[in-house]
């Protein structure tokens, strides 16, 4: 599966407002995600105080590159094996996708725009399809044989 040409092009429209709003997202994102999904705050129990800034970048890089996503393998690899050692699972993938989205909505209002959402929303879960593959690989190699 590939992102559709709309989607790179919207996603990548919207490289300037993540630089100038991509910290305000991802903060407001992680409140939304511990008022809707409670179970998911331990998840993130260890994680740095700077977790909007570190995430808000990487969204922003995500943004930038997703018509070459290669670019981005060794972060990938980081985010995965974070993702493998504080135990998150496929199932959070849509809780997280709901809150960034509502986020979206809340810091930007108007300009996000129903295109923007529906681009997003392909563009996080394609993201989070080779997340969730790379993670069931690292999962089992902790399997003992």
Not at 14 to 40: C, Q, S
Not at 76 to 99: F, I, L, N, S
Request: aromatic fraction near 8%; proline fraction near 6%; avoid cysteine.
């Amino acid at each position: 599966m590939s992102l559709s040409e709309a989607t790179i092009a919207t996603v990548k429209a919207t490289i300037p407002a993540l630089k100038e709003h991509g910290l305000a997202i991802t903060t407001r994102m992680y409140d939304v995600l511990f008022e809707k999904y409670p179970e998911t705050k331990a998840l993130f129990s260890g994680a740095p105080g700077e977790q909007p800034k570190i995430l808000a970048a990487a969204v922003a890089a995500y943004a930038m590159n997703i018509d070459n996503l290669n670019v981005l393998g060794d972060a990938v690899g980081r985010m995965t094996a974070a993702h493998v050692r504080t135990q998150v699972k496929p199932e959070h993938y849509p809780m997280v996708g709901d809150a960034l989205l509502t986020a979206m909505v809340d810091v930007l209002g108007d300009a996000a725009t129903p295109a923007i959402l529906d681009a997003w929303t392909e563009a996080y879960f394609f993201l989070g399809d080779l997340l969730i593959a790379k993670e069931k690989e690292l999962y089992a190699a902790q399997v003992p044989a």
